[in-house]
Every structure is written in structure tokens, then in C-alpha cells.
């Protein structure tokens, strides 16, 4: 079986899923090209476990301060030579496209008559799972962004529908630090991240962010432009996660056990959606802006305890090879009897 695997770029977390899914795949030996889509090539690192991957421009959102700039958004995709890619992607010596919420293959497998199997969080939320403020443009991004013959979700719960656990790689610390905090807010101005976190000089803040604050940064404060083993690593150690509301790291944040704050992307149906999860779950706490006596509160909590997520990728490639890919709710079922979920979550 040769698969062709599309990636949305236009974040970590697509490729952090990707990442779990190409050590899976290498172990089972199936032959498999990876595409990505959404950034500029050099905006790609520490890419080697993908081998050589290509990348299409597609299509991507443009985020101002926090939020998603609608009018900026749609003038760069309708500048987008996306029809002309979608043509020119050949998928007949492939036998099937994986696909993560990314166009290109999703559109030419449609046209072309290739088998397609979605695997992406956006999937999960086309089923009865937490969600809030989806307008009719979200509802339209969802069924038709990126087309697939059978869609798979994964969530933080099943929420009884047939959905799939993440797919997390992660490996706990064998030493924790509870007053150090990771923060990863992509998305925010530099020195207001920077000048939120100042005052709470008893804890120690591991800041990534691809760009510098002005000011000159206090003692507690230690900032990184982007390391994916650095990262990994501050994120087992850490006492907890200051993030934007994204799928992948709040994934990885409630298998380790760690405390989450979220600030969502404003103006990013997944985002509001992960939030209103994390809420109903009491999973997570949220902020819409820089608020700095929930802060001070979550900074006090406990931390609560790791979820035994299951291997889901090396499941679901053995799933994938047994070529059965209309009945997917045996997987699902599978996967989730390995899962002891918190029993406030019942």
C-alpha cells in the first residue's frame, strides 16, 4: 500500500499528530509520502522524520494580536493558486491519501477518485461534542475545507460519539519543577506576553515565541524562539501550560498531568470549541484576555492526574492495513477501553 499524507501546516499541532503518526507508519512498513500545506517552506523545521516531504502554499489564516483578521484572511486565499495545485497533484501511483484538515489532497483524492481517510481534531467536531459560537462559515469550513470518504476525530473524550483519543507522544520528566510555567501563546504581541507575566516574579515562566519583546525581560522570565526538544522537554518538567486553546499541546498537557490555561485564538471556531470542552470537562481554565487574577487563582491549584491515553497512532495503523475502513466504530471502541478517564468526567 503507497499512502499519500496531506498536513495542514498552518500550525504545530497538524504536524505534532503527523510527527506521532510517521513513527507508526515507518514501524508497520508502509510506504508513505508526506505534503503540507499553509506555510512558506522555510517556515518548516526539524522536519527529518517526514523524509522528503513536499509543500504547497494552500490555504492559511492571517492572525493579528490574538485574533483572526477576517478581511486579511480571505484577501491572501483568494490570491491563492490553490485550483492550479489541486490539478497538478498526480495521486494515481497511490492507493489512498491520509489526510489532517489540509485542501490540496482532500480536493485532488475528490476529483481524482482516490480512497480518502480524514484523521484531525476538526473531524471530532462535526459529531454532538462540545462546541460554541460555530457560525455558518465554521459549519461550511468543516464539511468542505477539506473532504475526505471517511472522516475520523479524535477529542480528549468520546463524548459518545465514534471518535478516537489523541495522538500523543509524550514521555514524563523524572523530576518536575511546580513553579515552572510553560507558556506558548503564538498568536499574542511579544511584550504584552511579556508584561502580563512580569508581576508574578515567585514563579519562573518558559516563554516560546518566534518573536522578541522590546523591553528587556525580568529575571523570571526566559524566553525561547521555537525548539520542539526544548519544548518537549520544558513541558514535561513544568508545574503547568499557559497556551493558546489548541488541540495537540492541551493533548499533551492532560496526558502528563499538567495544570492548562487557555487563551483562545479569537475568532477560531476549534479554539472556542477546545474551550468549551475544557470547561465541561473542568479539564482546563480559559481567559479571553490577559487576565491576571485568574492567573493568580489557576497558579495556586493543584495539578490534576495524567490520562493514560493509548498508543492510538500504531491502533490505528493496524486498523489502516487491515483494509476494513467502513467500520471504524470497533476502533474507537477499542481505544477508549484502554483510557481510564477521570471520574468527574463521566
Same mark, same amino acid.
Given at each position: ?10 500550525? /504545530? ?8 503518526? %510517521? ?12 505534503? !503540507?500545506?499553509?506555510?512558506? %517552506? ?6 527529518? #522524520? ?26 491572501? /486565499? ?9 490539478? %497538478? ?36 467536531? #462535526? ?17 468542505? !475545507? ?7 476525530? &479524535?477529542?480528549?473524550?468520546? !463524548?459518545? &460519539? ?9 514521555? $514524563? %520528566? ?7 510555567? *510553560? ?13 502580563? !507575566? ?39 518538567? &513544568?508545574?503547568?501550560?499557559?497556551? /493558546? ?34 470547561? *465541561? ?50 476502533? &474507537? ?8 478517564? $477521570?471520574?468527574?468526567? /463521566?
Amino acid at each position: 500500500m503507497r499512502i499519500l499524507y496531506g498536513v495542514q501546516g498552518t500550525g /504545530n499541532g497538524h504536524i505534532s499528530r503527523a510527527r506521532v503518526m %510517521a513513527k507508526s507508519l515507518k514501524k508497520a512498513g508502509v510506504t508513505v509520502d508526506f505534503l !503540507f500545506s499553509g506555510r512558506v %517552506a522555510e517556515q518548516y523545521t526539524d522536519m527529518s #522524520c517526514f523524509a522528503d516531504y513536499r509543500v504547497n502554499e494552500g490555504l492559511t489564516f492571517v492572525t493579528e494580536q490574538g485574533k483572526v483578521n477576517i478581511a486579511k484572511t480571505l484577501k491572501q /486565499n483568494l490570491a491563492s493558486p490553490i485550483l492550479q495545485q489541486v490539478n %497538478a497533484l498526480d495521486l494515481s501511483e497511490y492507493d489512498l491519501v491520509l489526510n489532517d484538515f489540509e485542501p490540496i489532497s482532500a480536493w485532488a483524492a475528490k476529483r481524482q477518485q482516490v480512497p480518502s481517510i480524514g484523521i484531525s481534531h476538526q473531524a471530532a467536531l #462535526c459529531h454532538n461534542v462540545p462546541k460554541q459560537g460555530l457560525t455558518w462559515l465554521d459549519e461550511l469550513l468543516l464539511n468542505h !475545507f477539506a473532504p475526505v470518504d471517511i472522516a475520523l476525530g &479524535c477529542h480528549w473524550h468520546h !463524548f459518545a &460519539c465514534p471518535i478516537m483519543p489523541p495522538f500523543v507522544d509524550v514521555q $514524563p %520528566a523524572k523530576r518536575e519543577h511546580g513553579h515552572q510555567i *510553560l507558556v506558548y501563546l503564538p498568536f499574542e504581541d511579544a511584550d504584552e506576553v511579556a508584561d502580563f !507575566f512580569t508581576p508574578f516574579d515567585d514563579y519562573q515562566f518558559l516563554v516560546y515565541h518566534r518573536a522578541k519583546p522590546i523591553k528587556p525581560l525580568p529575571a523570571h522570565i526566559q524566553w525561547h524562539g521555537f525548539s520542539r526538544l526544548g519544548f518537549k522537554a520544558h513541558l514535561a518538567e &513544568c508545574g503547568g501550560v499557559v497556551a /493558546n486553546a489548541g488541540f495537540e499541546l492541551s493533548s499533551e498537557a492532560l496526558t502528563l498531568g499538567k495544570k492548562l490555561m487557555v487563551k483562545p485564538l479569537q475568532g477560531q471556531f476549534e479554539q472556542g470549541a477546545n474551550v468549551a470542552a475544557l470547561e *465541561l470537562l473542568a479539564a482546563g481554565q480559559s481567559m479571553t484576555v490577559f487576565d491576571s487574577d485568574k492567573l493568580r487563582r489557576w497558579l495556586k491549584a493543584p495539578a490534576p492526574r495524567p490520562i493514560n491515553y493509548p498508543q492510538t497512532a500504531d491502533d490505528f495503523v493496524t486498523w489502516l492495513a487491515q483494509g476494513d475502513w467502513q467500520q471504524p466504530q470497533a476502533l &474507537c471502541e477499542h481505544l477508549w477501553s484502554k483510557v481510564n478517564l $477521570p471520574d468527574n468526567w /463521566n
